[in-house]
């Protein structure tokens, strides 16, 4: 009885070992974070990788500060930051590798009789100085200032371009770029501010000292309200396989195409 017992134990024990070595091998993975204006430009080159490579790429949108963050703290992969580094986040060891270059839009209601401004009546804007459209030959009416959070890196480039940091009298302060745009297009006396990548029909973009901005208009950098798509690692951090090979693969001559179909300008 008892052979017959351990004879039945072992063959149980050599079933389980086969079923334990035949568990499914779990899929390669890469994990980004941060700022809400990359993700037109990340989800087209994540889908791209995955389907030459068979890897997820995963995003949240949680805005440049906190991809920074999350880099530093070992939540992510690669940080994305529409902005560059700041000397206090270099040093404490984050590599930025600029991955493309984006125009940020000064946005208006369609209806707004406005089509162009120049960079310093936008400054004059958004600080309050010039409080109603009807001083910049448009209708008799306040206008309303739409921006970005504090740690948007949206924000912190147009507010760096305009010259205008800690000087904005917002209206509403909001956490992403399709909020904003949303925002503006309900209400026909707002401006604000918004990745060119993320613009829909629903806005109006103006001509910044009579120049689009355009594909052409960045690249050539006479459309002067301009910023760059920012890669964020770490120094001392290897990168795991699969996250070296989509570094690798978006730095490349081969995404550049695909980085240029978002509406951007790729770096490289």
Known sequence: MMKKFIRLLTVMLLLLSVLGGCKPKEKASVS??????????????????ELETGTTVTYNATGSGAGIAAVLEGRCDIGLASRNLKDEEVEKGLVGTVLAYDGIAIIVHPENPINDLDL????????GEITNWSEVGGNDATIVLIGREAGSGTRDGFEDITKTKDKCTYRQELTSTGDVITTVASNPDAIGYASVA??????????????????DNIKNGSYVVQRPFVLVTKKDVTLSDSAQKFFD?????????????TGVVPAN
């Open 120 to 127: 310093e009546t936008i400054a004059k804007i958004y600080t």
């Open 249 to 261: 693969y978006i730095t490349s001559e081969k995404a550049r195409e695909i980085i240029s179909s």
């Open 198 to 215: 993320s613009i829909k029909d629903t806005v109006k973009a103006l001509t910044v000292g009579g120049v689009a901005a355009t594909e």
């Open 32 to 49: 980004t974070d941060g700022s809400t204006s990359m993700s037109k430009v990340i989800g087209a080159l994540g889908e791209a990788f």
